[in-house]
């Protein structure tokens, strides 16, 4: 069934995804990030990533014109989509729903397969929601029985506020599913150097690499390749208060990276003179700077802070 929908679906046509677009008069915002996945290869590798997860709940980041909606619907029980833009919100209501009403032109493109989708969905008890909002000011259903798997292919721009807000509400969901600049993954991971982003992402998630996605396998085209990864929520190692205080120990000490670390904590006496205590009790350089540093260090000292 997995195959007939994909090989149905229009929009991995790059020439019918221009056409519609054209006499719609849609142009694509760079704001937004809007390069949706239309090379089938990489979208059956990201199915044959999300197998595991079948029949479970699903929540999608941006669903653009709907080329991993499809299928999300298909594996998921309970799909909720959330999509900022207007028009892309209009197209994913209109496969999804029994809505027909439409002033644009997509549903002379869409309208044999919205058919077979909507059967679909029915004969299976499958339920699709579309919420046109920003994920940002998305609120989690706290009464959700199985925890949900979130999906989405997220902009550069705004890639640290959603990490921020799904390391919050981390305890309602199972896992992460994310595409990114390969770029901005290899920050999260710290490949060339940490960061307090690298630190931050350790502290909430494990992160595992998937695959690579060439620019290529996306239209628009954008001038870099993409990261598709995994992340799944740890635990976390100290309450809430002690963990924003935590967070402000790590990025004061990488508030100069070219400083040596006891250096950027100078300006408070107190606190300096304790560092340098725990920096000679545990037999450390005193020249170390932030990025040498990994999660346990860093955890290690501010818990001897709190002594």
């Known amino acids: ?13 790059v020439s019918i995804l221009k056409k519609m677009l054209k006499e719609d008069e849609i142009w694509f915002s760079k704001a937004k990030s809007q390069n949706f996945l239309v090379d089938k290869n990489y979208v059956m590798k990201i199915s044959e990533a999300l ?8 929540i999608e980041i941006g669903g ?18 959330i999509e900022l833009d207007n028009y892309f919100s209009s197209i994913l209501s209109y496969i999804f729903t029994k809505e027909n009403n439409s002033n644009y032109s ?22 699709v929601k579309v919420q046109n909002e920003n994920y940002l000011n998305f609120h989690f259903d706290f009464t959700i029985n199985k925890k949900p798997i979130i999906f989405g292919n997220i902009p550069y721009n705004i890639s640290t506020p959603i990490l921020t807000k799904l390391s919050k509400e981390k305890k309602i969901f199972e896992a992460v599913f994310l595409t990114t600049q390969k770029e901005y ?27 690579d996605i060439p620019s290529t396998a996306f239209f628009p085209q954008p001038k870099v390749n993409s990261t598709f990864f995994k992340l799944t929520p740890k635990n976390s190692y100290f309450d809430l208060k002690m963990e924003n205080d935590f967070f402000s120990f790590v990025s004061k000490s990488f508030s100069n990276k070219r400083k040596k670390l ?23 350089d005193f020249n170390i700077r932030a990025e040498e540093f990994n999660l346990n260090d860093f955890m290690k000292i501010f818990s001897r802070l709190l002594d």
């Open 51 to 58: 197998k595991f997860y079948n029949n479970n709940d699903f």
């Open 262 to 284: 006891l250096n950027n904590f100078k300006e408070d006496k107190i606190l300096y003179e304790k560092l340098i205590k725990i920096f000679s009790d545990e037999k450390i």
């Open 1 to 13: 069934m997995l195959k007939k929908i994909i090989d149905n679906f229009p929009f991995y046509r």
């Open 106 to 127: 997509f549903s002379e493109f869409l309208s044999d397969f919205k058919n077979e989708m909507i059967k679909y969905l029915d004969e299976n008890s499958k339920k």
């Open 64 to 81: 653009g014109s709907g080329n991993i909606s499809i299928i999300l619907a298909h594996l998921s029980k309970n799909l909720t989509i």
């Open 185 to 211: 993954f290899e920050r999260l991971v710290g490949k060339t150097e940490k960061s307090f982003l690298t630190l931050f992402a350790d502290y909430h998630f494990d992160i595992l690499k998937l695959f």
